[in-house]
């Protein structure tokens, strides 16, 4: 059976969204016009204590450079993503987001827009909460934080361009949280945060099952 849309939201600049994904699912993030970071957490739809975990999913890919091919685990180590297409290759799973209080320490600036805020707001009606998030559930895609040979980090604007973007298969039915970088204070939106578009294709749950006679 072909797959089909069966969700397609634009998600504006600096804002959030929610969804569900069931097992097989696809979710499709498209950078609509380049150098745009969005963060993406995950729980199991079934038991919210397992949830997206950037450290078991480096150790057990044997590489912090997820991109195609990759697998992303869970804290209990089991596949709950599969990275099945990526156009630009280049992510951070070292975990973490901004959120008000960093961005006090590093830029001197109060009640800014953040990741944390629009990641607790997203998945609220799934009675998910601030301190449920952590900072190892968190997939930066198309964040260019990179480890250098000297042991320091360097931040630069992403290398994804219009329209490029990544498809991530469910491996169970999971609960997505999605926050549209609102940081402009540094280059990981190129300083100007931009709007982003999140598909789900597949088949809904028990379309194509026939009827008992």
């Not at 993030?29 to 969005?38: C, F, H, Y």
């Not at 963060?39 to 890919?61: P, Q």
């Not at 009640?111 to 930066?140: P, V």
Request: proline content about 4%; some cysteine.
């Amino acid at each position: 059976m072909s797959e089909n849309i069966i969700h397609d939201q634009i998600v504006p600049a600096r804002e959030y969204m929610s969804v569900k994904l069931h097992r097989g699912q696809t979710l499709r993030v498209i950078d609509l016009e380049g150098e745009q970071v969005v963060d993406l957490v995950a729980f199991s739809a079934h038991d919210k204590r397992e949830k997206l975990s950037c450290a078991y999913s480096n150790m057990l890919n044997s590489t912090w450079k997820l991109t195609q091919g990759h697998t992303i685990y869970s804290n209990r180590a089991n596949p709950l993503l599969f990275l099945k297409e990526d156009r630009v290759g280049l992510h951070y799973s070292g975990g973490g987001f901004c959120t008000d209080e960093v961005n006090y320490i590093r830029f001197k600036v109060r009640n800014t827009r953040n990741c944390a805020d629009n990641l607790t707001r997203a998945l609220k009606h799934f009675g998910i909460q601030r301190e449920d998030l952590g900072f190892d559930c968190c997939f930066n895609i198309f964040m260019n934080l990179t480890f250098q040979q000297d042991g320091s980090m360097k931040l630069a604007e992403p290398l994804s361009r219009a329209r490029d973007y990544v498809d991530l298969r469910a491996e169970m039915d999971i609960l997505i949280g999605i926050s549209n970088c609102p940081q402009d204070r540094n280059p990981c939106n190129a300083f100007k945060p931009t709007p982003t578009r999140v598909q789900v294709f597949g088949v809904r749950p028990n379309e194509g099952k026939g009827r008992r006679g």
